[in-house]
């Protein structure tokens, strides 16, 4: 039967209608779904798909971790790590008036008054040293002061108990009780604790001391000038007949100086091989009462600064003598400071007993203190030098006579009277006294004192510098700026002699 066209045309139509409107929604499907995924906040948890296609985002830019710059340490420089400052005192000259003034009820003897203002002075220091201008001879000879000093053993008990560490027992009067008591002598003052130099119990025990101050090793040493020689090197001393033993006394001779230079350059020799950094020369020298130094002293120090000692300390004139910077004639790094003259501790040396003494100038001293610096590369300077004027003040105690060393520190001058238990009349005296020392020493001391500040400066300043810039000084190879220097050499001197006064 045949087709009906009209209905087959009809239903044609209707398909096609249909499939187009399939397409447009198929269409519109894609279209709201890539609206949708482009508006859609991202899945932080979902996993990427392969086919999937990701819209391009901005990157995030985020700011690089800083870390703190690194910085080289500071440079330390050398810098001090120990001082050992080193008191010197003059004569303790026993007169036998002072002698008495210390004798007890029961006939013993207690020195302790002597030293009962200048103790808490000696006791600040680290070490502290005296002259004793008398002999330990002990009951085999009297109890006595000039010409022939002897006095009671007691006396070491109170420089120990005063802060005192060493006693000076080469003099001219160290021989006043013969040879036994220069033995007997050295036996007291050690047996008490105190160290001794100048003398020593036979020839072969060493002639100088190394003492180790706070870690500084100071190497001393001490002569006296003799008045004569034997063949066998026995002295004689003060004009007394010569020593029964040789090698006990270190002394020289004005006229026979090499003598004396050769023996101080092996003593220097022998110190610093002990390990001595540093070096003091105690020298017993001059004439009684001459407030200034003469030639022959000038000579002798220039000679002893020339081998290399750092602090020369005088003492026998019995009045202070002024101070000095002596410069090396081989060693232009090297200076020495010096002192010519302590004075007088203590003694009846007082005004108006005799013409011979200057007015008020023998009741004078010089506490005389030197201060050394080890850095921390090991090398010792001498730092620092200074002068404490005292005045053997003698006056009445409840009736009876007394003697006090007076340590007269400027700075506490108002408060003198009371520290000392001054009159008006002696504290006025106290004032003159420190004037008459100053104006002797001032000068010197004020020299030397810029110099070592000086010294200081230009020293802590080559170690910063070196520190700062160690190149500079490996390709220059310079040196620090030395003021201990080692011994060098030796200058032939002419000495202008001078024969001291035999009291």
Excluded at 126 to 140: I, K, P, Q, R, V
Aim: glycine share 8%; net charge negative.
């Amino acid at each position: 039967m045949a087709r009906n066209p009209k209905h087959c045309g009809t239903g044609a139509t209707v398909l096609v209608t249909i499939l187009i409107l399939l397409m447009i929604a198929a269409t519109a499907f894609v279209i709201w779904l890539c609206i949708d995924m482009t508006n859609r906040e991202p899945d932080s948890g979902a996993t990427t798909q392969d086919h999937l296609v990701q819209l391009p985002t901005a990157a995030v830019t985020q700011a690089p971790e800083t870390q703190p710059p690194t910085t080289e340490p500071e440079p330390e420089p050398e810098k001090v790590v120990a001082t050992a400052t080193v008191a010197s005192m003059g004569d303790l000259l026993m007169h036998l008036p002072v002698i008495t003034t210390c004798r007890q009820s029961d006939g013993s003897y207690n020195f302790d008054s002597i030293f009962q203002y200048v103790e808490d002075t000696i006791s600040g220091y680290d070490y502290a040293a005296a002259n004793l201008e008398t002999t330990f001879g002990g009951s085999d000879y009297p109890i006595q002061g000039n010409p022939l000093f002897n006095c009671p053993d007691s006396l070491a008990d109170a420089v120990l108990a005063a802060g005192y560490d060493m006693l000076l027992t080469a003099n001219n009067h160290c021989g006043d009780t013969t040879a036994s008591g220069v033995l007997r002598t050295l036996e007291q003052v050690r047996s008490v604790g105190l160290a001794t130099l100048g003398t020593q119990l036979n020839a072969e025990e060493k002639k100088y001391e190394v003492v180790d101050v706070n870690g500084i090793k100071i190497g001393m040493v001490a002569y006296t000038y003799a008045t004569g020689v034997t063949s066998d090197g026995r002295p004689s001393l003060n004009g007394n007949a010569a020593l029964s033993q040789a090698g006990i006394v270190n002394y020289f001779l004005e006229n026979n100086l090499d003598q004396f230079y050769a023996d101080v350059e092996q003593r220097l020799e022998e110190m610093r091989n002990d390990g001595a950094e540093a070096t003091i020369l105690y020298i017993h020298w001059g004439v009684e009462y001459q407030m200034k130094e003469n030639q022959t002293q000038r000579t002798i120090a220039q000679k002893l600064c020339d081998l290399g000692v750092d602090v020369i300390v005088g003492g026998h004139p019995h009045v202070v003598e002024p101070m000095d910077l002596l410069e090396s004639t081989v060693d232009p790094n090297h200076k020495s400071v010096i002192l010519y003259s302590m004075g007088n501790a203590v003694s009846n040396q007082r005004t108006g007993i005799s013409d011979l003494f200057p007015a008020g100038y023998t009741e004078d001293g010089a506490l005389f203190t030197v201060t050394f610096e080890k850095y921390s590369d090991g090398k010792v300077y001498l730092a620092g030098a200074d002068v404490v004027p005292t005045w053997v003040n003698m006056h009445s105690n409840n009736g009876s006579k007394e003697y006090n060393i007076l340590p007269l520190v400027k700075d506490r001058q108002e408060e003198w009277m009371a520290l000392f238990n001054l009159t008006q009349a002696n504290y006025d005296a106290a004032v003159k006294s420190y004037d008459r020392t100053m104006g002797i020493v001032g000068e010197g001391l004020t020299e030397c004192q810029t110099w070592l500040e000086e010294a200081k400066a230009e020293r802590e300043a080559y170690y910063l510098d070196l520190a700062q810039n160690p190149e500079k000084y490996e390709t220059t190879q310079t040196a620090a700026p030395e003021t201990t220097p080692v011994t060098e050499g030796t200058t032939p001197l002419t000495a202008e002699t001078t024969l001291p006064a035999a009291a």
